[in-house]
């Protein structure tokens, strides 16, 4: 790093010729040709009791999804795939297979080498989009209307399965775009080639849905309508804001959130116009830190450092997500925490001063020594906070901010369920967010199915039976007549 003493930034574009952004950020994992996708898939034992199929929080027959590819009939492989997970071509991109499914694969057991599960997922569902129909068929309109606040994998999870089962779905969408993470909060070299946008697309084949943009809850619309005006409403509102350091001035230039920047690169058709530091510093240890650490680095960044308050195993981001980090250049420094922020003559930060840590009698605690570092950015990448006041506000139960659901995803407001990031004991990952959505998705459709429909002419039918049943009962007896 610079001298801080200095306390003169190097913030810029164009630090990359250009010819050089498109092959930096390109695919992270090459797709599978044919011939790979044969070889891998008859690695795969297709084990009865499938310790990799319980690993998946979708619960993908992933033996069955490998034989059908196997058997060379990837349309077939994709339509089991998207049965459970109608986003398993962005989960075969993103997903941590490697503490998921590929961890629990037998192979990587006995071998230390899992069949490719992930990029197998990827040859199947690109195979289906880029040569087949949508797989499945929308049942006869219901009659019944859903409000999907939040256009996030939680939200098109829950939409797609609804509008199968014929339901009206609407989303409304706080953004400008739908896709949620998958569109604004994921690294570029995992999803290139506007993928996210593409399945969206293909999701939308369905029928049954719209999406209203530029819709955000409290602002565009209450939740009080939305209650009144619909059957049911899902909430898949994500994370929608940054947690701060807690340092005095952190909202100077310089001191960034990570989600933020990481979005504006994700919507930029021109990578050479990003601005970036030559020395740059994260704090965190999740995806978030991971992601922009790495693309920090690769915009030309000269020096990238992950700081990070505890050790190695407790980072939220994986050893594969670590690994990637490293092999880019990144360095990750462990037991660090901010303590305070140095700004420059121009009020902009230029510097962070981190205390070392450690845990003492099972509490993490300053030792007493410091480190300053210079910096020309400083990114926040410390976890998202929930929309708390706002769900507060409307009545809903919360947990630590979250909303409570039940195992089906009901809130505590009859007619409203919730699902993804913005629940209870959440997982943050966009897998556990589909599997919410599908499983609040269901629960909709049986309590609206329990509702019996108004049959035209049935309540005056009722009516006239019931006054001839009264007639009758009030009719004056006629006496026997007995023979003598």
């Known amino acids: 790093m610079g001298s801080i003493d200095s306390a003169i930034r190097d913030v810029r574009t164009g630090r990359l010729p250009a010819e050089d952004y498109a092959d930096v950020f ?69 997903c941590p297979t490697e ?84 569109e604004y909060g994921i690294a570029a070299y995992k999803t290139p080639d506007d993928f996210a ?29 939305l209650h009144a005006g619909f059957d049911a409403v899902f909430l898949g509102i994500g994370l929608p804001s940054v947690n701060e350091l807690g340092l005095e001035g952190e909202d100077a230039a310089g001191c960034i959130d990570a989600v933020d920047y990481i979005s504006v690169l994700r919507q930029s058709d021109d990578l050479s116009e990003i601005a970036v530091g030559r020395d740059v ?37 994986s050893a594969f997500e670590q690994e990637l980090a490293l092999k880019n250049g990144v360095i990750i420094r462990h037991w660090l925490q901010p303590r305070e922020l140095t700004r420059n003559e121009h009020g902009e930060v230029c510097g962070i001063t981190l205390d ?13 020594e410091s480190i300053t570092l210079a910096s020309d950015q400083i990114f926040k990448a410390i976890g998202q906070a929930p929309a708390a006041t706002l769900l507060a506000e409307a009545g809903i139960a919360l947990s630590r901010g979250r909303i409570s659901v039940d195992e089906e995803g009901r809130t505590s407001i009859p007619g409203i369920w919730a699902g993804g990031d913005c629940v209870a004991d959440g997982e943050d990952l966009t897998v556990a967010a589909v599997q919410d959505g599908k499983i609040a998705a269901e629960s909709i459709h049986r309590a609206l199915m329990q509702r019996p429909e108004k049959v035209a002419g049935f309540v005056e039918a009722v ?18 007549h007995v023979a003598g």
């Open 99 to 182: 503490t998921l499914c590929e961890q629990a694969c037998v192979r990587e057991i006995a071998e230390g080498k899992p069949v490719k599960i992930g990029l197998l997922q990827r040859y199947a569902t690109d195979h289906l989009m880029a040569n087949g129909k949508h797989p499945f068929q929308r049942a006869e309109p219901s009659g019944k209307s859903v409000a999907v606040v939040g256009a996030g994998p939680a939200g098109l999870s829950a939409a797609h399965r609804l509008a199968m089962r014929g339901h009206d779905v609407t989303i409304f969408e706080a953004r400008p775009k739908a896709g949620g993470l998958n």
């Open 197 to 225: 946008q593409k399945e969206l697309d293909f999701i939308l084949e369905i029928g049954g849905i719209t999406i209203q943009n530029d819709k955000a809850l409290g602002r565009d619309v209450s939740l009080d309508a």
């Open 356 to 368: 070392y840590t450690a845990i003492t009698d099972g509490r993490l605690s300053v030792t007493g």
């Open 26 to 94: 390109s695919d992270l994992h090459p797709p599978l040709t044919r011939h790979e996708a044969f070889v891998e898939s008859d690695r795969c034992y297709f084990c009865y009791d499938a310790p990799c199929m319980n690993a998946c929080p979708t619960g993908i027959d992933i033996p069955l999804f490998i034989r059908e590819i196997n058997a060379d009939n990837p349309t077939g492989s994709a339509k089991t795939i998207l049965s459970e997970n109608i986003l398993g071509g962005m989960c075969a991109r993103v």
């Open 463 to 480: 009516m006239a039976d019931n006054a001839r049943a009264t007639d009758s009962a009030h009719k004056p007896s006629h006496p026997r």
């Open 281 to 317: 510093v994260v704090i965190g240890g999740g995806m978030t830190a991971i992601d922009v650490a790495v693309q920090t680095k690769l915009l030309g960044a000269e020096n990238v450092i992950i700081a990070y308050r505890r050790g190695p195993e407790h980072m939220n981001a």
